[in-house]
Protein backbone atom coordinates (compact mmCIF):
# COMPACT_ATOMS: atom_id res chain seq x y z
CA UNK A 1 0.00 0.00 0.00
CA UNK A 2 1.42 3.49 -0.92
CA UNK A 3 1.24 6.22 1.57
CA UNK A 4 0.45 9.35 0.28
CA UNK A 5 2.51 12.35 1.91
CA UNK A 6 2.09 16.10 1.23
CA UNK A 7 3.27 19.33 3.11
CA UNK A 8 1.08 20.32 5.98
CA UNK A 9 -1.10 23.33 4.51
CA UNK A 10 0.11 26.62 7.00
CA UNK A 11 -2.36 28.16 8.95
CA UNK A 12 -3.76 31.22 8.34
CA UNK A 13 -3.39 34.22 10.40
CA UNK A 14 -6.14 36.59 11.67
CA UNK A 15 -6.17 39.57 9.02
CA UNK A 16 -5.61 42.77 10.24
CA UNK A 17 -9.65 43.48 9.79
CA UNK A 18 -10.19 40.33 11.61
CA UNK A 19 -8.07 41.31 14.46
CA UNK A 20 -10.27 45.32 14.23
CA UNK A 21 -13.61 43.47 14.56
CA UNK A 22 -12.67 41.37 17.87
CA UNK A 23 -11.01 44.62 19.38
CA UNK A 24 -14.43 46.02 18.74
CA UNK A 25 -15.94 43.52 19.99
CA UNK A 26 -14.70 43.92 23.50
CA UNK A 27 -14.51 47.49 23.19
CA UNK A 28 -18.17 46.68 23.21
CA UNK A 29 -18.79 44.33 25.71
CA UNK A 30 -16.53 46.34 27.83
CA UNK A 31 -18.23 49.53 27.87
CA UNK A 32 -21.64 47.79 28.56
CA UNK A 33 -19.91 45.75 31.28
CA UNK A 34 -17.83 47.81 33.07
CA UNK A 35 -20.97 50.09 34.24
CA UNK A 36 -22.59 47.13 35.62
CA UNK A 37 -20.01 45.66 37.73
CA UNK A 38 -18.99 49.07 39.04
CA UNK A 39 -23.08 49.56 39.83
CA UNK A 40 -22.45 46.39 41.28
CA UNK A 41 -19.94 47.01 43.60
CA UNK A 42 -21.50 50.25 44.76
CA UNK A 43 -24.89 48.56 45.53
CA UNK A 44 -22.71 46.08 47.83
CA UNK A 45 -20.94 49.21 49.71
CA UNK A 46 -24.82 50.93 49.77
CA UNK A 47 -25.56 47.86 51.68
CA UNK A 48 -23.07 47.75 54.17
CA UNK A 49 -23.61 51.26 54.75
CA UNK A 50 -26.96 50.51 55.48
CA UNK A 51 -26.15 47.82 57.84
CA UNK A 52 -23.73 50.20 59.34
CA UNK A 53 -27.02 52.25 60.34
CA UNK A 54 -28.79 49.76 61.32
CA UNK A 55 -26.37 48.52 64.29
CA UNK A 56 -26.56 52.12 65.38
CA UNK A 57 -30.08 52.44 65.68
CA UNK A 58 -29.82 49.15 67.73
CA UNK A 59 -27.08 50.24 69.72
CA UNK A 60 -28.82 53.74 70.49
CA UNK A 61 -32.15 51.94 71.13
CA UNK A 62 -30.02 50.33 73.83
CA UNK A 63 -28.46 53.19 75.13
CA UNK A 64 -32.19 54.94 75.13
CA UNK A 65 -33.25 51.70 77.85
CA UNK A 66 -30.09 52.49 80.14
CA UNK A 67 -30.56 56.07 79.93
CA UNK A 68 -34.05 57.16 80.97
CA UNK A 69 -35.29 57.50 77.71
CA UNK A 70 -32.72 60.38 76.47
CA UNK A 71 -30.82 60.44 73.85
CA UNK A 72 -26.96 61.36 73.76
CA UNK A 73 -25.42 64.65 74.66
CA UNK A 74 -22.91 66.00 71.73
CA UNK A 75 -22.04 69.69 70.65
CA UNK A 76 -21.74 70.90 67.09
CA UNK A 77 -18.01 71.70 66.73
CA UNK A 78 -14.83 70.17 66.82
CA UNK A 79 -13.83 72.24 70.56
CA UNK A 80 -16.73 70.07 72.31
CA UNK A 81 -15.37 66.94 74.54
CA UNK A 82 -18.18 65.59 73.97
CA UNK A 83 -19.51 62.94 70.67
CA UNK A 84 -22.44 61.58 70.12
CA UNK A 85 -20.89 58.07 69.20
CA UNK A 86 -18.52 57.30 71.62
CA UNK A 87 -21.33 56.53 74.23
CA UNK A 88 -22.70 53.86 72.24
CA UNK A 89 -19.81 52.15 72.33
CA UNK A 90 -20.26 49.44 74.65
CA UNK A 91 -22.91 48.73 72.55
CA UNK A 92 -20.88 47.58 69.51
CA UNK A 93 -19.00 45.26 68.64
CA UNK A 94 -16.55 47.41 66.29
CA UNK A 95 -16.34 51.02 65.94
CA UNK A 96 -16.13 50.22 61.86
CA UNK A 97 -19.72 50.43 61.76
CA UNK A 98 -18.98 54.60 61.36
CA UNK A 99 -16.80 53.94 58.34
CA UNK A 100 -18.60 53.90 55.09
CA UNK A 101 -16.91 52.07 52.59
CA UNK A 102 -18.07 54.44 49.47
CA UNK A 103 -16.69 57.34 51.05
CA UNK A 104 -13.51 58.48 49.78
CA UNK A 105 -9.64 57.90 51.15
CA UNK A 106 -8.96 61.40 51.07
CA UNK A 107 -11.04 64.69 51.56
CA UNK A 108 -10.30 67.54 49.15
CA UNK A 109 -7.64 68.95 51.44
CA UNK A 110 -5.68 65.85 51.85
CA UNK A 111 -6.83 64.22 54.88
CA UNK A 112 -7.55 60.89 55.33
CA UNK A 113 -11.47 60.62 56.35
CA UNK A 114 -11.26 56.78 57.10
CA UNK A 115 -7.82 56.35 59.42
CA UNK A 116 -9.53 58.75 61.04
CA UNK A 117 -10.21 61.99 60.44
CA UNK A 118 -9.26 63.91 63.71
CA UNK A 119 -11.01 67.20 65.02
CA UNK A 120 -9.11 69.82 66.80
CA UNK A 121 -9.96 68.37 70.37
CA UNK A 122 -8.38 64.64 68.92
CA UNK A 123 -11.76 63.14 68.84
CA UNK A 124 -12.46 61.05 65.98
CA UNK A 125 -14.83 61.81 63.19
CA UNK A 126 -16.71 59.42 61.46
CA UNK A 127 -18.20 58.73 58.01
CA UNK A 128 -22.38 59.84 59.79
CA UNK A 129 -23.77 62.97 61.90
CA UNK A 130 -26.03 63.13 63.91
CA UNK A 131 -29.36 65.49 63.66
CA UNK A 132 -28.67 68.71 65.83
CA UNK A 133 -32.31 67.63 67.48
CA UNK A 134 -31.02 64.72 69.34
CA UNK A 135 -27.84 65.75 70.15
CA UNK A 136 -28.69 67.76 73.34
CA UNK A 137 -29.54 65.36 75.97
CA UNK A 138 -33.22 65.59 74.19
CA UNK A 139 -35.91 62.90 75.38
CA UNK A 140 -37.26 60.78 73.24
CA UNK A 141 -41.16 61.24 73.65
CA UNK A 142 -40.04 65.13 72.09
CA UNK A 143 -40.94 63.42 68.94
CA UNK A 144 -44.49 62.40 68.00
CA UNK A 145 -43.38 60.21 64.88
CA UNK A 146 -40.18 58.56 65.50
CA UNK A 147 -40.42 56.68 61.80
CA UNK A 148 -40.76 59.65 60.10
CA UNK A 149 -37.88 61.82 61.61
CA UNK A 150 -34.46 61.54 60.79
CA UNK A 151 -32.02 60.86 63.37
CA UNK A 152 -28.52 60.17 61.56
CA UNK A 153 -27.41 60.85 58.25
CA UNK A 154 -24.23 60.41 56.59
CA UNK A 155 -21.81 63.39 57.02
CA UNK A 156 -20.65 64.95 53.64
CA UNK A 157 -17.02 65.11 53.28
CA UNK A 158 -14.75 68.33 54.52
CA UNK A 159 -17.60 68.71 56.62
CA UNK A 160 -15.76 68.81 60.38
CA UNK A 161 -19.12 68.76 62.69
CA UNK A 162 -20.38 66.17 64.34
CA UNK A 163 -23.71 67.04 64.16
CA UNK A 164 -26.56 69.41 61.41
CA UNK A 165 -28.73 72.01 62.47
CA UNK A 166 -32.18 71.43 60.47
CA UNK A 167 -33.85 74.87 61.73
CA UNK A 168 -32.76 78.44 61.65
CA UNK A 169 -32.47 80.91 65.03
CA UNK A 170 -35.47 83.37 63.27
CA UNK A 171 -37.85 80.62 61.87
CA UNK A 172 -37.01 78.09 65.83
CA UNK A 173 -41.21 78.84 66.43
CA UNK A 174 -43.30 76.03 65.99
CA UNK A 175 -45.39 77.53 63.36
CA UNK A 176 -44.73 76.07 60.17
CA UNK A 177 -43.23 78.81 57.78
CA UNK A 178 -43.69 78.79 53.94
CA UNK A 179 -40.76 76.89 52.28
CA UNK A 180 -39.30 80.45 50.49
CA UNK A 181 -39.18 81.87 53.59
CA UNK A 182 -36.62 79.70 54.69
CA UNK A 183 -33.25 80.48 53.94
CA UNK A 184 -30.15 78.00 53.68
CA UNK A 185 -30.17 75.14 57.19
CA UNK A 186 -26.88 72.59 57.41
CA UNK A 187 -28.01 70.85 54.47
CA UNK A 188 -24.45 71.15 53.03
CA UNK A 189 -23.36 68.81 56.00
CA UNK A 190 -25.36 65.86 54.72
CA UNK A 191 -23.77 63.43 51.99
CA UNK A 192 -26.82 63.71 49.33
CA UNK A 193 -26.16 61.44 47.09
CA UNK A 194 -22.89 59.29 48.22
CA UNK A 195 -25.26 55.97 47.25
CA UNK A 196 -26.74 55.84 43.36
CA UNK A 197 -28.29 59.06 43.80
CA UNK A 198 -29.41 59.11 47.21
CA UNK A 199 -27.79 57.93 50.39
CA UNK A 200 -28.92 56.00 53.69
CA UNK A 201 -30.71 57.97 56.76
CA UNK A 202 -31.49 56.16 60.00
CA UNK A 203 -34.63 57.12 61.82
CA UNK A 204 -35.48 58.07 65.54
CA UNK A 205 -37.42 54.61 65.52
CA UNK A 206 -34.51 52.51 64.81
CA UNK A 207 -35.11 51.50 61.57
CA UNK A 208 -32.55 52.78 58.54
CA UNK A 209 -33.36 53.21 54.36
CA UNK A 210 -31.77 54.91 51.75
CA UNK A 211 -33.53 57.99 50.31
CA UNK A 212 -32.88 60.52 47.44
CA UNK A 213 -32.10 63.94 49.31
CA UNK A 214 -35.72 65.27 48.09
CA UNK A 215 -37.50 62.39 49.50
CA UNK A 216 -36.81 63.24 53.04
CA UNK A 217 -38.28 66.92 52.01
CA UNK A 218 -42.05 65.65 51.86
CA UNK A 219 -43.38 65.05 55.50
CA UNK A 220 -45.08 67.80 56.56
CA UNK A 221 -45.97 71.64 55.30
CA UNK A 222 -42.29 72.49 56.55
CA UNK A 223 -39.01 72.81 54.48
CA UNK A 224 -37.42 70.46 56.38
CA UNK A 225 -39.40 67.53 56.62
CA UNK A 226 -37.79 64.03 57.65
CA UNK A 227 -35.04 66.46 59.36
CA UNK A 228 -37.37 68.00 61.39
CA UNK A 229 -40.38 66.53 61.46
CA UNK A 230 -42.32 68.11 64.28
CA UNK A 231 -40.35 71.65 63.75
CA UNK A 232 -38.89 71.77 66.99
CA UNK A 233 -37.31 74.61 67.64
CA UNK A 234 -33.40 74.99 68.45
CA UNK A 235 -32.53 73.29 71.69
CA UNK A 236 -30.84 75.48 74.67
CA UNK A 237 -27.19 75.59 74.81
CA UNK A 238 -26.99 74.74 78.12
CA UNK A 239 -29.05 71.64 77.90
CA UNK A 240 -25.65 69.16 77.80
CA UNK A 241 -25.20 66.57 79.95
CA UNK A 242 -21.60 66.04 80.98
Not at 99 to 104: A, H
Amino acid sequence: MIRQTGSTPAKRAFTLIELLVVIAIIAILAAILFPVFAQSREKARQTSCLSNEKQMGLAIMQYLQDHDDTYMAADHDATSPYTWFEPLQPYLKSRDVFRCPSLDKNDETGLPVDSPLLASNGKEYTAYIINGLFSHATEEAKFKIPSEQVLVAEREKNINAFDYHAWEEEHASPVPQEPEEHGEWEQDHIAKARHTGGANYLFADGHAKWHRFEQTLRVGPEEFGMHNRDNLPEPEEDEHVH
